[in-house]
């Protein structure tokens, strides 16, 4: 799940205080993509010329201006109009070109000339599904998947869902979709083709690490509705707490398993984040301020001058003092890697158990481009309180512990006794 920072609820997205770099970046490419669709509707008409478009009274102080940050500040449009009436007088099958579809793919063309995988532009339907992500309630397969080393990978099934229960792993890397090679497919691409009505299915070819060949798992869809916070009790002093990720009711969820580990005096808390794919921003900062004391550094923000801006806890710490062990693995990304080094770095009681996070630390800001569509954009990276990088990078964690396939198989979950043994001998 991608971070989306000041996040609050899907339909009406809080966009925070960015600097004012910010803002005009967004402005940059809002404009831009206005000017493409105006262009359309008004210059074909005119019988312009395509290759002095953007030389043209109507567009090149615009143009100017609109990308007086980028390394090229006078793009040829003229190369994209003619492409433009070539596609519509010669294509065989002109008749048919879907305006709109055309426009929007080029916008998309244009993004992924960043090699961002995280900016991207949401259609009218992918930006129902993205909504629907945020919401935790929509229908597929329950995985979050992520671009790692330019290959489709599983960050991590959801708890429960169709991916977990056909056995889909975090770190499996993801060669084709319905036998579509997925190479060239973008993160929402391969997203909307898992997606589908409950009780159809979806087959995906993947590689394992320990495998010497490739495998297929055939997937259900299904309603997914996922609960994000799960407690239970090793021992009748230390809590389990599983996050699963960060989505509108964590944060209530989180609260509500506060209450039960201070009625019962929990000594030892094991906070697990594994698989947790990350989500809201504000969920991560909130359940920090639940288990860090006030006014500490939970992430710092830094845009691509270097500017840094610190993220705070907002006070109602009532659980700093319970030793305290998080679980993370290679599904651990985003949200869940940002609270795992918030924790470790404010605190001398807390110890990272199991194997190195994911490493997503970009920050993205959405943007509404019109009533249907909108623009998901990184602005910036996260750091942890003491500056290192997440992005790329990952948590390590303090005591490493491999879980094997065949501890997999086998129902073992050794990165999970190892953490219960440290708690055990610190609660002593």
Do not use: C
């Not at 792993?169 to 589908?196: C, H, L, P, S, Y």
């Amino acid at each position: 799940m991608n971070e989306v920072k000041g996040m609050t609820a899907p339909s009406n997205v809080n966009q925070g205080s960015p600097r004012p770099k910010k803002r005009g970046s967004f402005v940059s490419l809002f404009f831009l993509t206005v000017l493409v669709v105006l262009a359309y509707s008004i210059g074909v008409e005119r019988g312009k010329s395509t290759s002095n478009v953007a030389g043209s009274s109507a567009f090149s102080l615009p143009v100017s201006n609109i990308l007086s940050n980028a390394k090229d500040t006078h793009p040829d449009l003229g190369t994209f109009w003619k492409t433009w009436d070539i596609l519509h007088e010669r294509f065989v099958d002109s008749e048919e070109l879907d305006s709109t579809a055309l426009v929007y793919g080029a916008i998309k063309g244009m993004l992924s000339a960043t090699d961002d995988p995280y900016t991207t532009f949401f259609d009218p339907e992918e930006n129902k599904a993205f909504n629907e992500d945020i919401s935790g309630s929509f229908e597929g397969i329950g995985a979050e998947i992520g671009i790692k080393n330019k290959i489709l990978t599983i960050v991590a099934p959801l708890d429960d869902a169709p991916a977990e229960q056909a056995g889909l792993r975090a770190g499996d890397k993801v060669f084709e979709i319905d036998d579509q090679n997925t190479a060239e497919m973008t993160i929402d691409e391969a997203k909307n083709k898992m997606r589908g009505k409950k009780g159809t299915e979806v087959k995906l070819t993947i590689f394992r690490d320990g495998d010497k060949e490739t495998r297929d798992i055939v997937i259900r869809r299904d309603v997914i509705n996922v609960k994000s916070v799960k407690l239970s009790w090793k021992d009748d002093a230390i809590a389990l707490v599983r996050i699963n990720q960060f989505g509108e009711g964590t944060v209530h969820e989180f609260e509500e398993a506060v209450k039960e580990v201070r009625s019962r005096n929990a000594r030892g808390i094991l906070l697990d984040l594994r698989d947790n794919p990350g989500g809201l921003l504000d969920g991560a900062v909130d359940i920090a301020s639940r288990m860090i004391p006030k006014k500490s550094p939970v992430v710092l923000e830094e845009d691509g001058e270097g500017r840094r801006e610190t993220l705070s806890t907002r006070g109602g710490d009532v659980l700093s003092g319970t030793e305290t062990v998080v679980l993370i693995n290679e599904g651990s990304a985003s949200a869940s890697e940002i609270l795992a080094a918030a924790l470790r770095e404010n605190r001398g009681n807390v110890t990272l158990i199991g194997k190195k996070s994911f490493g997503k630390g970009s920050v993205q800001e959405l943007v509404s481009i019109s009533n249907e569509t909108a623009l998901k954009v990184t602005v910036a990276r996260w750091l942890t309180p003491k500056g290192k990088q997440i992005n790329k990078e990952g948590i390590a964690p303090d005591i490493e512990v491999e879980f094997t396939n065949e501890d997999y198989d086998a129902g073992r979950d050794p990165q999970l006794d190892r953490a219960l043994e440290v708690v055990r001998e610190k609660i002593r």
